[in-house]
């Protein structure tokens, strides 16, 4: 059997608006991790001191899917080559998961199917919005039924663009769940599902304008915004050109969708107007294909 495996996983924006915890797409930028499995003892390369321990993701969804399929965990060496942001709202920590879990299950002769490791991982997580496109590619929405994840694809139009708008500071993902209220109004969740499924049939159409109205949401967005310094100006200018707003994921990073080739452009002019903070303009497209085993 192979001892040594690299997954490329590719970075997700979750909720694309109002799908709080359920849509995700995936995006051209990726991470690549390598794990060789060795005699004993773990060992990290690739990232961050602070990281290095047995509580990196990618570790911890790998020893998860040994655990599951009942297999000894022995020593491994773990590479990871990140080219996804860190908590800045691209699916970094669920690309460490996903990695992780297709790892192992690749070196232990793949006994485990994607939903199998979609379980796993989405019990780890807590929600299965980045997971999801993560290892399915393209756009998707997923629900939890009797606490499992259930995950169905959609169509997109191919003339969308995605400028992922990524600033020079993090957002911890616990802090950005954490301002939000535990209970909300009933006009309010009207008000999500009613955008949300206009958010799927808007990316199928490449209805910008539709999208433009649908992302938008009450459930997240106006409680996380008091969080990322620059949130209203940027979202007041990209209003005026017409392309479609929301948060990716938790933030910090914003997201804008267009059809219009040119916006990146505009946006690369303008936004040093309007801000002081260093925001890295990102043209990316949808990744279809998801996690995959990228050596042979
Ligand atoms: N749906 C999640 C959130 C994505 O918005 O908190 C980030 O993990």
Known sequence: MKNQVT?????????????????????????????????????????????????????????????????????????????????????????????????????????????????????????????????????????????????VSFPLHPGWEFLALVPDFNLATSLARSVLPEQVSRADAIYNISHGAMVLKALELGDEKLLRSAMQDRLHQNYRKKLIPDYEKIEALVRTTGAAFCLSGAGPTLLVMTRNPRLSGILREKLPKITERSWEILPLHVEFQGAKQIDN
Not at 11 to 36: I, K, R
Not at 65 to 94: M, N, Q, T, W, Y
Not at 115 to 120: A, T, V
Not at 137 to 146: E, F, Q
Request: with cysteine; charged share 15%.
């Open 7 to 151: 997954i490329r996983v590719p970075a997700t924006t979750a909720n694309l608006g109002p799908g709080f915890d359920a849509f995700g797409c995936a995006l051209s930028l990726y991470t690549d991790v390598t794990f060789e499995e060795t005699e004993e003892g773990l060992e990290i390369t690739g990232c961050d001191e602070a990281f290095t321990g047995p509580d990196n993701l990618a570790y911890t969804s790998y020893c998860a899917v040994l655990a599951s399929l009942s297999e000894e965990v022995r020593g491994v060496k773990i590479h990871i080559d990140a080219h996804i942001p860190i908590c800045r709202g691209l699916g970094s920590s669920a690309a460490l998961l996903v990695a992780g879990a297709m790892g192992a299950n690749v070196l232990r002769g793949n006994k485990l199917s994607t939903q199998g490791l979609l379980n796993i991982t989405n019990a780890m997580e807590g929600h299965p919005d980045n997971l999801a496109p993560a290892f399915y590619g393209g756009l998707t929405a997923s629900m939890v039924d009797s606490g499992l994840p259930v995950t």
